[in-house]
T-cell receptor, first 118, second 111 residues
């Protein structure tokens, strides 16, 4: 159980275009999902917390108008990188929070999306 | 002080040996503790979670938690080349959505 999928796994786009990444929890409902970015040989960096039915909470320094997050259902969150530029090239990873009956949360990660902006 | 610290550098262990990883955290209110494994170019994969003081074993992995000393460790017994990866320690506090991650420890198992 606790499977999270991401689509696409890899995308190459031209500078100035927008790219949408989907994150789905396949076998559980996730009221909260998270979006991370990871540059080569660096740590995971939390970009934003996505809450179902409400606005996302962005980390300091992350432009909310550039990284649009929508969490329209309990199993789907999307991240849209608008007007992408080469410096946005990175590995984008989502995770979904699964809460058990005792109220303990566990985050399960999707396989990631590698974005290359030319 | 960082929330979660993993200070050890890359760890090289011979195949079949025990790999030992340590992690300390600063928030005494932390309730949930996790170890994730991340292969190069891949996303993190949950391998262990622990919530109570003491040891928790799962196959070749043992997580150890000491809340009084604010540390959590991971032991990998009978290390295999397939265990070569970066291991991330993550900590969550009650009522806090976010996981705080350490920088990770790279483990290299030498055949």
């Amino acid at each position: 159980g606790a499977v999270v999928s991401q689509h696409p796994s890899r995308v190459i786009c031209k500078s100035g275009t927008s790219v949408k990444i989907e994150c789905r929890s396949l076998d559980f409902q996730a009221t909260t999902m998270f979006w991370y970015r990871q540059f080569p040989k660096q740590s995971l960096m939390l970009m934003a917390t996505s809450n179902e039915g409400s606005k996302a909470t962005y980390e300091q320094g992350v432009e909310k108008d550039k990284f649009l997050i929508n969490h329209a259902s309990l199993t789907l969150s999307t991240l849209t990188v608008t007007s992408a530029h080469p410096e946005d090239s990175s590995f984008y990873i989502c995770s979904a929070r699964d809460r058990d009956r005792e109220g303990t949360d566990t985050q399960y990660f999707g396989p990631g999306t590698r974005l290359t902006v030319l | 002080q960082k929330e979660v610290e993993q200070n050890s550098g890359p760890l090289s262990v011979p195949e079949g040996a025990i790999a030992s990883l340590n992690c300390t955290y600063s928030d005494r209110g932390s309730q949930s503790f996790f170890w994730y494994r991340q292969y190069s170019g891949k996303s993190p994969e949950l391998i262990m979670s622990i919530y109570s003081n003491g040891d928790k074993e799962d196959g070749r992995f043992t997580a150890q938690l000491n809340k009084a000393s604010q540390y959590v460790s991971l032991l990998i017994r009978d290390s295999q080349p397939s265990d070569s990866a970066t291991y991330l320690c993550a900590v969550n506090s009650w009522g806090n959505n976010r996981l705080a991650f350490g920088k990770g420890n790279q483990v290299v198992v030498i055949p």
